[in-house]
């Protein structure tokens, strides 16, 4: 193997381990540059891609590991895994009978067959009370700060419930705490995806990109949500805040207003529409405002 390319699958690989994804992403993709059909860097984002949602791009790639290099069980088992992912279960069945058949060890095997088995049962009900049992674990996991293991208990949840917007919601939000931000936005749109009418995945849309300074994608999300909630002062709030941000001074006084008239005593609120006042040119307002909000601060503390 060509020095350069050890190089970079090293760098690559440690990138993965510290979940610097886009980092280890670049680097396999620089590796394909100079080699396109190397099985190593083709199965690793196989699974980077999958991780992120990108199911159909993870299937381009471990096939391309696979033409490489079809003794090695791993990149077979992936493929498996993709396939399962998208709930194709005839195809991974067959892949599993017989591209694996006498190759990986008993236990391995029963595991697959049971996620496939289980996924087919699912469709009539059969399994409701048990994946819910597993939600509810994957959340407490969260609400405990055991990110790490929601990761991975999330991960081999998807494996048997890729469709299931709860638990691509958690996964969402299990990423944004890891820092895996792009991860983050792929789940909550997976989410999305298969149920537009929840406010916790709009909300938590809007919030990531808020945090990644997006804040046209965000209000597009606000937006729908206040459609299902239009007494959410939060919502209110956090739309005048996209405006402010982007120097929308009059549509972020409008909606400002609008929270601080549904929660009329929360101080956070009153100083951020001073400022939006002021922005606005609208000074002797900004000046008001301010006074209330210490007004607000001082009927706080009494």
Excluded: W
């Amino acid at each position: 193997m060509d020095n350069q390319i050890i190089s970079l699958l090293e760098k690559a690989f440690l990138a993965q381990k510290n979940k610097k994804y886009d980092v280890a992403e670049s680097l396999y993709i620089s590796v394909l540059k100079l080699d396109p059909d190397q099985p190593i860097a083709n199965n690793n984002l196989g699974i980077i891609s999958r991780d992120m949602g990108r199911i159909e791009n993870s299937i381009i790639h471990f096939n391309k590991a696979i033409n490489k290099d079809n003794k090695n069980n791993l990149y077979i088992t992936n493929l498996i895994q993709s396939f399962i992912y998208l709930n194709r279960l005839d195809i991974a069945s067959n892949l599993l009978d017989e591209k694996l058949s006498g190759k990986i060890n008993t236990e391995a095997r029963k595991k697959l067959k049971s996620i496939i088995n289980n996924k087919k049962l699912s469709s009539d009900g059969t399994l409701l009370e048990p994946v819910k049992k597993k939600i509810d674990k994957l959340l407490d996991l969260y609400k405990k700060n055991l990110f790490k293991e929601a990761f991975f208990f999330g991960q081999d949840l998807l494996m048997a419930h890729p469709k299931n917007p709860l638990i691509l919601n958690i996964m969402g939000a299990v990423n944004d705490k890891l820092l895996n931000f792009k991860t983050s936005v792929q789940y909550f749109k997976l989410a999305y995806n298969y149920d537009q009418n929840n406010a916790s995945i709009l909300n938590n849309l809007s919030g990531i990109f808020i945090k990644l300074k997006k804040y046209d994608e965000a209000l597009k999300y606000l937006k729908k949500s206040l459609s299902h909630n239009p007494y959410s002062d939060e919502v209110y709030y956090n739309i005048g805040n996209c405006y402010y941000m982007l120097n929308k001074y009059e549509n972020s006084i409008r909606n400002l207003k609008k929270a601080n008239s549904i929660k009329p005593n929360f101080s956070n609120y009153q100083l951020r529409l001073s400022h939006a006042l002021y922005k606005a040119g609208r000074y002797h307002e900004a000046i008001d405002a301010v006074v209330l909000d210490l007004t607000k601060i001082k009927h706080n503390f009494n």
